[in-house]
């Protein structure tokens, strides 16, 4: 549509459909998946769950990056989109440190 000029509404219509239904079996595949480790249920649910669940809230109190502490299992696709950083953070952030939205 826009790198051809033509006012192809259907195409553009189209790949809009294409990636709503892709997203919608992402979800459907991977959303029962994640309730069942991080506590919507499963033999997990306990100890994640966000009612007040075991390990629910580590760090509510605070805690250092890298320093010993509980742990908590989070599924590898949490970080599919993580940034990666090999050489440090962003521009003004030393090489150990990382930017964090933490709540």
């Known amino acids: 549509f826009v790198t051809t000029g033509k006012l192809d509404f259907k195409a553009l219509a189209d790949s809009i459909l294409a990636d709503i239904t892709r997203i919608a079996v992402r979800s459907a595949i991977l959303g029962p998946l994640a309730n069942a480790l991080a506590g919507g249920g499963g033999l997990l649910g306990g ?42 953070g962003m521009a003004g952030l030393r090489p150990d440190e990382v930017q964090a939205i933490l709540q």
């Not at 809230?57 to 950083?85: K, S, T």
């Open 47 to 88: 100890l994640f769950g966000s009612g007040g669940g075991i390990l629910s809230g580590i760090f509510h109190a605070g805690g250092m990056v890298g320093a010993p502490a509980p742990q908590r299992l989070v599924p590898a696709y949490a970080f599919a989109e993580a940034p990666r950083m090999p050489r440090g």
